[in-house]
């Protein structure tokens, strides 16, 4: 239920459900100040390393497939 941030990630400005892995060196959100919104993470997903999640972004299981299966950065 717990999540996983692996070494070098960095997330800012986000809310992460449980069940989440952000792979080592991911990039999530932006700081506060700069974000153009929350970013979310939704309960289950896992961020393969070097993925870098705009600010704002909402990553649900629909998010996954259409965007972060393979070798895109979003």
Known sequence: NGVTIKK??????????S??????GA??????ENAKGI??????IAIDDG?????????NDAYYEEKLKGDMTV
């Open 8 to 17: 070098n990630a960095k997330v800012e400005y986000t809310i992460i459900d």
């Open 19 to 24: 069940g989440v892995v952000i792979g080592s």
């Open 27 to 32: 990039s999530i959100g932006a700081d506060k």
């Open 39 to 44: 970013t979310v993470i939704g309960s289950g």
């Open 51 to 59: 993925k870098v999640i705009a600010d704002g972004e909402m990553v």
